[in-house]
């Protein structure tokens, strides 16, 4: 049987879950967003030409290259937490590293797009 | 401060369906990122032998429909790319519904809402898996 959820949305915004919360929901919400991306790229291969407009469109590039960034560094971390548990009291820093190792590569990724669509 | 234990043995959880998924979307990482790692060292081993361009390999990997093959001359590196893109393709749409059935699992608690959310999910799965295998395998 499902739960009750008896807390509304703007309460939920005020856990103080830090890090590892900010990284939870986000883990979501790239996840949704690459769930979104297979199904268009499903389109693409099913011949859906018009799916190939969205792929050349920067923005969409961006807002992929996050969830693609972020969804695959934070999951890497989780696997290791999970299959290796007793560094789970370093979560707090094992998130700090994640954050390292995810923003010069999305940064450098999105230059690149940006740089591409409107100065290359 | 002590920290209490947060994890059981594998022998005292045992190998119920929740666990087996859990181990499945954690391994199902790790082959993704073996995939990815293995199709971009040969994608380079490629290129550097046949001078094919390296992004037009994983670009036709990936859209094999419009995109030309670079790798026509080399049928058995074709094959396993192929072998490598299907094994990928599934693994993410494994991970992938499976992650989306979480998601929906939370927000939705009804039991009529889940059943129908995994009907859909299943159909989902099977239509796009039909979909990604017919096209790798018979475009060239």
Redesign the interface.
Known sequence: MGQERNVNLFTALQYKGQGPMLTYILHRIAGVGLFIFFTTYILALAGVSAVNALYENWLFQIIVLFCVFFHAINGLRITILDLWPQWQPYQHRAVRIEWAVFWPLYVFSVVVVIWNAFGG | MA?AK??LPLSKRGLSFEMFMWAFT?FT??A??GLILAGVIGALAVSAQTGANWGDVLRWA??P??TANPLATMLWMTVLAKLMVTAFVLV??GH??H??LE?L?DY????LA?RWFRNIVIAYSVV?SA??LY?IWTSF
């Open positions: 920290t947060r994890t954690r990482v790790l993704m990122y990936f859209f429909q419009t993410v749409l992938g519904v992650g989306i998601i699992d939705f608690t009804s039991a889940r796009a979909i990604s096209v």
